[in-house]
């Protein structure tokens, strides 16, 4: 990546997206993917959910098993033949898609395919706040609220600035600050597993962040992230827990 | 303890680690600073050109690497320095060696150079009677305290000053004290004298300069000019992959350099050596060496994508702001070059067999790949090491030592039932189904995942089906 990678051209609003849900939020928050869609809807667009879609691919690939990875993503590459944009409710499986499908099928004769969906690929806060230009009325109660970005956000889909834009739309949120926000929670897959006490000792510290920032709830984009810190406060039975950022919204919105 | 063994046991050194509240504040603290540190240097910057062009310039070295060595021992050689090469570690020290006893040397005065610690040469110049003494503050107390450096740029990161007081007291008879000046001038004046007795003066170099012949040497205490200038021999030793092939070259891999590591816009000293003493000069070594050393680097060189390991210009910003690195320390890696730029390096030097945990010591979160001031795609690079490791790729030979060490057939096993599950959307479903209705049975541990969490439960109903539920009621 160079620093002109960086400048991203944004299509116009299209009239339909497709939906790619990522298997976290099938299996463990279907409602982070049913408020997303919502969200699309209310900002009219029409959602297309390829119903055959299952992973990324991104376990086994950062695992190192490529050849695995490569068998379920090229089921994944033709989900989509539509040129409609392919917006993701994750930024680790957005990631996977956008800057990864590249390399995985570099030299075979998917590439052209995958190089031109992975162009596609959006996650799903950027998309609503720069493509959709996404208007809210919060009608929920005052909140005090941290937000958790996620580093595949943040640092693959370069999407940092989304989250905090949608939240301050709402009138009766305020988005507090933390310690080290750009910080890892630790969750990275099979890393929190096979690397369990480092990974432990950073959603320790997260979570510390999150509490001590004085806010009474936390958002993420990512359902990795949430599954690690809002775990690690169900274990811990601390008062502050978190939701996704898409079922936050469209709770106090839709 | 050789580094060999050392490097195998990372689990039970980082629990040690997280465990040590010392440890954990202490490299805490730094870590918070330095990045403070780099992020103000680097305030009145266009950063992201400047890594672009730092990525350039040590991607063109690299990529002409043969020549320029070429080119830089033909310039050296006309200079007056004489350039030596060595294929590994253990070759590295004998030249070494054998050029000290040529000399008759019985002592060595050190600047920080960290492919000598690679080679541990003050182990191998012990065993022949020569002694070295580390001038490098930060490696001056590690040697004190018999250990290893932590931290690339700042070798005794992981002691505090009251830590550093009470080891100055114990083995110099320094006076305890929490003044940070004190206890540098009590270490300076010990130095001092060194210097003047010292017969031969080793340094590393940070670049070369092919189309020159000089060699770079960016420092803080000067000690680095001290150990090049006053004992009558200096001998530089540094690893193949530090050429670069213009003088103009220099300026901005040195802004990146030090506004990465330190945070400072420029270092006390920049030496730039081109020689020993002239004969009309009035001082400067007689003798000046070159030692290139490549142990493993020239096999890295053969793969285009595990090449760009060799950009890295050691300013260590990537552990600095690794959430790994801090939690754990350098120790816990075992290794010469801790942290990120270690989990790829690393591997090269050792084999995977011995570092075989490194490469996936790391939730791929990209921070330092985000401020690695030569891009260095670490987190790519960590994906490709898991990759070797397990011998995940069919398509391509393994240059990696070790490769494969990790494959375990109930792994490879899981992932293909994984991958044939995830590629048969009906079975998916299905299976999916069934863990939804017998979500009630779900694990309530999950190794280490429930140590620090609850088990994730599955929802009562995939999205799958709340959407075709949705389609439903709405036609
Ligand atoms: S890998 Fe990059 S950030 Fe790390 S030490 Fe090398 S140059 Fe610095």
Excluded at chain 1, 163 to 170: E, K, N, T
Excluded at chain 2, 107 to 117: F, L, N, P
Excluded at chain 2, 424 to 452: D, E
Aim: proline share 5%; hydrophobic share 35%.
């Amino acid at each position: 990546m160079t620093s002109s990678d960086r400048i991203k051209l944004y299509p116009a609003k299209p009239e339909k997206v497709y939906f790619f849900a990522t298997c976290l939020v099938d299996i463990i928050y279907p409602e982070a993917g049913l408020s997303g869609i919502e969200l699309l809807e209310h900002a009219g667009i029409e959602v297309i959910y390829p119903a055959d879609q299952t992973c990324c691919g991104q376990p086994p690939y950062s695992s190192g098993y490529i050849n695995e990875s490569r068998a379920v993503a090229t089921k994944q590459l033709a989900l989509f033949p539509e040129p409609w944009p392919i917006v993701v409710p994750a930024g680790s499986c957005a990631g996977m898609i956008h800057r990864h499908y590249p390399e995985l099928f570099a030299g075979t004769p998917l590439a052209e395919q995958a190089e031109q969906i992975a162009r596609r690929t959006w996650e799903l806060t950027d998309f609503l706040v720069n493509v959709c230009h996404l208007q809210l009325q919060d009608r929920g109660q005052p909140r005090r609220v941290a937000l958790h970005t996620s580093c595949t956000a943040r640092r693959e889909m370069g999407a940092a600035d989304a989250g905090p834009a949608l939240l301050r739309q709402l009138q009766q949120v305020e988005l507090v600050e933390q310690a080290r926000p750009t910080e890892c929670c630790g969750f990275g897959g099979t890393f929190a597993v096979r690397h369990a006490e480092v990974s432990g000792a950073m959603v320790e510290d997260k979570l510390q962040a999150l509490e001590d920032s004085g806010a009474e709830h936390f958002v993420t984009t990512d359902c990795g992230c949430l599954m690690n810190i809002d775990g690690h406060a169900e274990h811990k039975g601390s008062p502050v827990r978190g939701q996704h950022i898409l079922s936050f919204l469209k709770e106090r919105c839709l | 303890m050789s580094s060999q063994e050392a490097v195998r046991h990372f689990h039970p050194r980082a629990r040690d680690a997280l465990n040590n509240p010392r440890i954990r504040q202490n490299f805490r603290r730094a870590m918070d600073g330095l990045m403070q540190k780099r992020a103000t240097a680097l305030q009145d910057h266009d950063t992201e050109a400047l890594r672009d062009l730092g990525a350039a310039i040590r991607q063109r070295a690299l990529s002409q690497l043969p020549d320029l060595l070429e080119q830089l021992e033909a310039n050296c050689t006309r200079n007056g320095i004489q350039v030596h090469w060595a294929q590994d570690g253990d070759q590295a020290c004998q030249i070494i060696t054998d050029i000290c006893q040529q000399q008759g040397a019985r002592s060595v005065i050190k600047g920080k150079s960290m492919v000598s610690e690679e080679m541990e040469l003050n182990h191998h110049l012990a065993e022949v009677g020569i002694t070295a003494l580390e001038s490098d503050l930060g490696e001056y107390i590690v040697q004190l305290a018999e250990e290893t450096p932590s931290h690339i740029i700042m070798p005794a990161i992981h002691k505090n000053t009251e830590e550093i007081s009470e080891l100055l007291h114990d083995k110099t008879g320094t006076q305890r004290s929490q003044d940070v000046d004190y206890l540098t001038a009590s270490a300076r004046a010990q130095m001092r004298q060194a210097f003047q007795r010292a017969d031969v003066g080793l340094s590393g170099a940070n670049f070369a300069i092919a189309e020159t012949g000089t060699l770079c040497l960016v420092e803080n205490e000067g000690n680095g000019r001290m150990s090049t200038t006053v004992p009558p021999c200096h001998i530089a030793v540094t690893g193949i992959e530090k050429v670069v092939q213009h003088l103009a070259d220099v300026p901005p891999l040195l802004s990146l350099l030090t506004r990465s590591a330190t945070g400072q816009h420029i270092t006390t000293y920049l030496n730039m050596i081109t020689g020993p003493r002239k004969a009309e000069e009035q001082d400067g070594p007689q003798a000046v060496h070159l030692v290139l050393v490549d142990n493993g680097r020239s096999d890295i060189y053969q793969d285009d994508q595990l090449l760009d390991t060799l950009r890295c210009i050691r300013c260590g910003a990537c552990m600095n702001h690794c959430p790994v690195y801090t939690r754990v320390g350098g120790h816990t890696y075992g290794t010469t070059y801790p942290g990120p730029i270690g989990k790829i390096l690393m591997p090269h030097l050792l084999g995977l067999e011995d570092t075989r945990d490194l490469p996936s010591a790391s939730s791929l979160c990209g921070a330092c790949g985000e401020v690695c001031p030569v891009r260095i795609p670490i987190p790519e690079l960590l994906v490709r090491l898991r990759r070797e490791a397990v011998d995940g790729d069919s398509s391509r030979p393994s240059v990696v030592r070790g490769h494969g060490v990790k494959r375990h057939w109930t792994e490879v096993g899981v992932w293909r039932a994984w991958a044939w599950l995830n590629s048969h959307p009906r079975c998916y479903r299905a299976a999916l189904r069934l863990v939804m209705a017998l979500r009630f049975l779900s694990p309530r541990r999950l190794g280490g995942w429930t140590r620090y969490r609850k088990a994730p439960r599955p929802a009562a109903r995939s999205l799958h089906q709340h959407l075709l539920q949705r389609n439903r009621s709405s036609s």
